[in-house]
């Protein structure tokens, strides 16, 4: 039973395993760039529905302000209330740690297959010795 691990998700090739055809490489870039966008859309979600009831903001400029801290530009709407504010500083916390681990996602297949590639090519170089 050595190496034995019930749970492990084969997700990428190992190092000793040839490069992926393009084809796998562009499907799970696709799978990855979907899962990103469901994540982003119930980050979304969470922030429209947090400042349309907690702060008070009308649902139009709920999207507003919910998409643009999402998106790294900052508030748009004023928010009058204490838990709305609190609400408002909560997700802005969230929203920055959501958006930069989304782009490592959707940049996870093609920085392993960089590093992939530039294994393979050491172990040619090192096969023709």
């Known amino acids: 039973m050595k190496g034995y691990r019930p749970f492990q998700i084969k997700m990428y090739e190992h190092k000793g395993q040839p490069l992926a055809p393009r084809r ?3 499907r799970r ?3 990855n760039l979907f899962i990103a966008t469901l994540i982003l859309m119930v980050c979304l979600a969470i922030g429209v529905l947090g400042y349309h009831y907690i702060a008070h903001i009308e649902w139009i400029d709920a999207v507003h302000n919910a998409s643009m801290i999402l998106s790294g530009m900052g508030p748009v709407a004023d928010v009058k209330n204490f838990w709305g504010k609190i609400f408002s500083s909560a997700y802005a916390l969230f ?3 959501a958006f930069i ?3 490592g996602f959707i940049l996870a297949p093609a920085a392993h297959r960089l590093f992939h590639r530039l294994h393979v090519d050491e172990k040619l170089d ?3 010795d």
Do not use: C
Request: hydrophobic share 40%.
């Open 24 to 26: 796998k490489f562009y």
């Open 29 to 31: 870039l696709y799978f």
């Open 95 to 97: 929203s920055g740690v």
């Open 101 to 103: 681990t989304n782009i």
């Open 126 to 128: 090192f096969d023709e």
